[in-house]
């Protein structure tokens, strides 16, 4: 079982910049492919962006890409999100989680675990 903290979450104007964290404990943290999702008021949760095991494989939706980076560090037992030219559309409770589905992608029920979640607020 992996338990998972997302922090880094706050309030930026857009064009701003935020970097995401989750850290997670217990079970063997290399072994999980991880993805970053968001959830917006009254919408679907929808995946962001995932990584394999060892960070090779890299993967974002269509809507952050060039814009945000996934990047892990199996040391330390943490994934990162980095999101550059933030939009008003960001706004979400962004949501880290561990799969131990191999081509887990970027489908929420495919993961097998789940952090609290923590806000992005993008203002004009």
């Known amino acids: 079982q992996v338990q998972l903290v997302e922090s880094g979450g706050g309030s930026v104007q857009a064009g701003g910049s935020l970097r995401l964290s989750c850290a997670a404990s217990?079970?063997?943290?290399?072994?999980?492919?991880m993805g970053w999702f968001r959830q917006a008021s009254g919408k679907e949760r929808e995946g962001v962006a995932g990584?394999?095991?060892?960070?090779?494989?890299?993967y974002y939706a269509d809507s952050v890409k060039g814009r945000f980076t996934i990047s892990r560090d199996n040391a330390k037992n943490t994934l990162y999100l980095q999101m550059n030219s933030l939009k008003l559309e960001d706004t979400a409770v962004y949501y880290c989680?561990?799969?131990?589905?191999?081509?887990?992608?970027?489908?929420?029920?495919?993961?097998?675990?789940w952090g609290q979640g923590t806000q992005v607020t993008v203002s004009s």
């Open positions: 989680a561990a799969a131990r589905n191999p081509i887990a992608l970027l489908v929420p029920s495919r993961y097998n675990y």
């Open positions: 217990g079970d063997t943290f290399s072994s999980y492919r």
């Open positions: 990584i394999s095991t060892g960070g090779v494989s890299k």
